[in-house]
């Protein structure tokens, strides 16, 4: 069964330091988005992308966020001058616009 | 704003059912969602309502009401596999082309017991 896989799996980063997640969609989806999970809290979103765009983007998604495509595959989430609270599983997922959003098995981050 | 309210916890024995329960109150409703996450894993699509009533499929049902803004998932000849966190998630429509945004609930750990 297709699959979003999502690298690295685990980093541990130094605060004030840029960091980029990776993300590979389910081939012939169409719309793309980031989560996040603090944790012991709930998933939260961040942002939608379709058509090369932003479509929608939560609160949390600052400027410290962005968001890139930059070939048919990947699916980027770069944090620029990490946080210690920017700490949590980041979750990409995808869908094809209908009801199912098939999600990563998540890139874990730690700002120390 | 969103407001997606599920117990923290609940229990149950193996073999029995349970009746996860989610209310919720929010502007351009469109679609109810329960996923299954496992400790430090990913969510996993489990059922979808977007009308009023009860969807089934195999252990799992799922109910809507969205005039009570009320939702239930319902897990039936729970197994010890079944403990896990529940998670409700509501769908709001803001743009036809944008895809969607999903708001998660805290979700509800449950556990199985033998």
């Known amino acids: 069964e297709p699959e979003v896989t999502q690298t690295p799996s685990h980093q541990v980063t130094q605060m004030g330091q840029e960091v980029i997640l990776r993300c590979v969609p389910i081939?012939?989806?169409?719309?793309f988005y980031w989560y996040r999970q603090i944790l012991g809290q709930k998933v939260e979103f961040l942002v939608s992308?379709?058509?090369?765009?932003?479509?929608?983007k939560s609160e949390i998604f600052d400027d410290q966020f962005s968001v890139e495509r930059p070939d048919g595959s990947n699916f980027t989430l770069k944090i620029r001058s990490t946080k210690l609270e920017d700490s949590a599983m980041y979750f990409c997922?995808?869908?094809?616009?209908?009801?199912?959003?098939?999600f990563g098995e998540g890139s874990w981050l730690t700002v120390v | 704003g969103q407001n997606i309210d599920q117990p923290t916890e609940m229990t149950a024995t193996e073999g029995a059912i349970v009746q996860i329960n989610c209310t919720y109150q929010?502007?351009?409703?469109?679609?109810l969602f329960w996923y299954q996450q496992h400790a430090g894993e990913a969510p996993t699509f489990l059922s979808y309502?977007?009308?009023?009533g009860l969807e089934e499929k195999g252990r799992f049902s799922s109910f809507l009401s969205r005039s009570k803004g009320y939702s239930y998932l319902l897990l039936k000849e729970l197994q010890m596999k079944d403990s896990a966190s529940y998670l409700c998630?509501?769908?709001?429509?803001?743009?036809?082309?944008?895809?969607?945004?999903?708001?998660f609930g805290k979700g509800t750990s449950l556990l199985v017991t033998p």
């Open positions: 309502n977007v009308l009023d």
């Open positions: 081939s012939n989806h169409l719309y």
């Open positions: 992308f379709y058509n090369n765009e932003i479509s929608e």
């Open positions: 929010t502007s351009g409703f469109n679609g």
């Open positions: 998630a509501v769908r709001v429509l803001l743009n036809s082309n944008s895809g969607y945004a999903l708001n």
């Open positions: 997922a995808s869908n094809m616009g209908g009801n199912t959003i098939y």
